[in-house]
């Protein structure tokens, strides 16, 4: 497409197929983007902010550019701090801030559901990329009587800036817990999660519990921009590497990256996908410094003829893999605890193949603070 004329920041949504978001939106500018069509449901200018902050806005789950051209931030002052704001709000007095919107991110065939939150917390609860929010759900611990429910923390899906770019909102990506009854088959409601069962069934105004932001180990060696960045996800785990990957390729911002960000990604099917829309642009604009590969376990088979996950994705491309490592890259896993195993056993059969060990590989990429970890 050809560059925007608008000086405005489009925020826009898909309309098609993919995503329905049986949404009504008034004064709805259409413009086209490749062979889709896009409805803008919020155009403004980040000068006059503060003359729109009284209105109502809806943003989107998977914002498209209009070019390749980067956009404006605000406010400025969020790429100041030197170090990341840690346990603002805690657990005995937390934030209260508003639901904006959720949405539904992935298609019929995926299973279960997993929706894109987007809160808005008015500036008050600062965060940086790779950080975590608690929320509390309402109501009362059925293992406290008279006590609130536990804090349950939850991988920021957005950059520090959110997806309206003004540092007001913040985004989470949020599967919905159901359990099954092993006898019957049928779904078990009243061992459904609580938080995540509350999240996804809000609606836009409705009030939620925060704290926060929590943790250090994800961030982003924002002091060398020349860094390499590997990131394993399975599932919601991709939450954390959607705020990186916005703030590399979409947001123009004092952190200038000139490394390669390579995203494997660990879903059942193509309708499990998330922010695929995003992860494909940036691969078009970007093909030097991003790549972005698949492990569909329902859909793929793998050299040994068994489903495909990512470990198996991590030993098809071990040779680069290790040599980015052995240059300093960064490594990250986000995703179900489970994840792991799998993933150290083969990358320590991988080592060994190398003539490398394993446990002095990992401890020296430990010492060198390139490992980084957050599973659930």
């Known amino acids: 497409m050809a560059q925007s004329t608008v000086s405005q920041v489009s925020v826009a949504v898909p309309v098609g197929n993919d995503i329905s978001l049986r949404r009504s939106v008034a004064n709805r500018n259409i413009i086209s983007f490749g062979n889709k069509s896009w409805a803008s449901t919020l155009a403004f200018d980040l000068k006059s902010r503060n003359a729109q902050k009284n209105k109502p806005y809806i943003v989107c789950l998977s914002v498209q550019q209009a070019s390749k051209s980067k956009i404006a931030v ?25 639901i904006v919107s959720v949405e539904r991110l992935v298609g019929p065939k995926a299973p279960g559901e997993t929706c894109h939150i987007v809160i808005d917390h008015g500036g008050n609860v600062p965060y940086w990329e790779g950080q975590s929010y608690g929320v509390i759900p309402p109501g009362e611990n059925p293992k406290k009587p008279g006590s609130p429910h536990n804090v349950r923390l939850y991988s920021i899906a957005s950059s520090r800036y959110g997806d309206s770019f003004d540092g007001k909102t913040t985004s989470l990506c949020v599967r919905r817990a159901v359990y099954y009854d092993t006898e019957t088959g049928k779904e078990d409601p009243s061992k459904s999660g609580v938080c995540s069962n509350f999240l996804c069934n809000c609606k836009p105004g409705d009030k939620v519990q925060i704290t926060g932001p929590s943790g250090k180990i994800m961030l982003l060696p924002e002091d060398n921009p020349n860094a390499n960045h590997i990131m394993i996800a399975t599932g ?141």
């Open 236 to 376: 919601t785990g991709v939450a954390p590497f959607r705020g990186y990957l916005r703030r590399m390729f979409m947001e123009d911002v004092t952190f200038k990256f000139k490394g390669l960000a390579w995203l494997f990604l660990g879903v059942a099917n193509k309708d499990s996908l998330l922010y695929d829309d995003e992860f494909t642009k940036y691969l078009k604009d970007y093909p030097d410094q991003f790549r972005y590969d698949l492990a569909l376990s329902r859909e793929q088979k793998n050299k040994s003829g068994g489903k495909m996950y990512v470990q198996d994705k991590i030993e098809e491309y071990s040779d680069e893999i290790f040599k980015l490592l052995d240059d300093g890259a960064h490594i990250y896993f986000c995703g179900l605890r489970g994840m792991m195993p799998g993933i150290q056993e083969t990358l320590k059969r991988v080592a060994e193949q190398r003539g490398e060990n394993w446990d002095e590989k990992l401890s020296q990429l430990k010492k060198n603070k390139q490992w980084h970890v957050e599973v659930y």
């Open 74 to 98: 605000s406010p400025l002052e969020l790429e100041i701090a030197k170090e990341p704001p840690l346990n603002t709000f805690k657990p005995k007095e937390p934030y209260t801030a508003t």
